[in-house]
């Protein structure tokens, strides 16, 4: 039993269907309390502030997030008794608003996007004597990843080295904490964000002075993946860190998306479907065609390895491994499964 819904937090490895050669393994974020890996930097960034002193139970927090961030920090401060305002852009799923009513959080609409709710949170916070807690910059947003997505990835992959780790990118925080810890045990591991192709922020900044703006597909425009790619370049993210930068278009991303509800049973939000092109791509350039890698247990509810079958040999498969930030479910309005 647990003390508190904050220490459920935690999500499964699943392998997905990869490409022959490989293996691909998923982080299901959307098994954690409020459905997204946010709750981690959420339980975190709220420890750390009752740790230094600068917040107590009952207290007043604010903060702009596109949604997840903000139910991640609803069910932490529901659970730890903060009164919370959360300012999001309008354009967000309605299914947002209604869960961060629903854990008891006051909800602000912006017109605009995340630029215009960092704005707008910060005058709360500077009139009203609330305290953000900053998932931007606070480096308890990825410490969190460090201590608790890449550990669990370290257990779950029971030994095997990691070749590869496929995140998306939206304050850093999920790449930058899970990276750099499990860079400490994968020296060689390459790390591969991933962003909007229409707002590719990170490509332009990484290849900086090259001409590849000049095709038009990469340039900045609007934030249109949820979660996904703000428009900026994050002050959270270390962008030494990152070996590549993968592009992917949103209409791209929902297609796999509705592929791996239909085709495996996992049901996970637009970012997860861009992971999951990313990671295909990563781990065909490191394929190993002549290893049997991705034989999948034919028993349910039993692994191949369990009789030292198939499995064998297939430690020695390249694996790639990557994040799924939250659940589809979170996406029903907008008509993405349709
Ligand atoms: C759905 C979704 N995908 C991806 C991300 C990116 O994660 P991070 O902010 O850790 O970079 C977020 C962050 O809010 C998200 O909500």
Redesign the pocket.
Known sequence: MQDSILDAVGSPLVQISSPEGATIAAKIEGFNPGG???DR?AREMIAAAEREGTISPGDRLVEP?????GIGLAVASAARGYDLTIVMPESKSPERRKLLKAYGADLELVDGEMEDARQRADRIAEEEGAVQMG?FENPA?AEA?YRTTAEEILQQVEGREIDAFV?????????TGTASRLREEFPDMEVVAVEPERNAVLTRELSEGSSDESDGVLSTGEDE????GPGFV?DL?DTDLISSVETVALEDAEAEARRLAREEGILV????GAASVAARRVAERLAKPELNCSEASTDLGESAASDGGPRDGRDDCPLVVTVF??SGERYLSTGMFD
């Not at 997030?65 to 961030?69: H, I, L, Q, V």
């Not at 939000?269 to 997860?272: D, R």
């Open positions: 997204s890996a946010k930097p997030t596109s949604g997840n961030t998932q947003n990843h995140a998306g990118v939206g304050t850093g925080g999920t790449i993946y949820q979660g996904m994050s993210l939000g637009q970012s997860s930030p939250d």
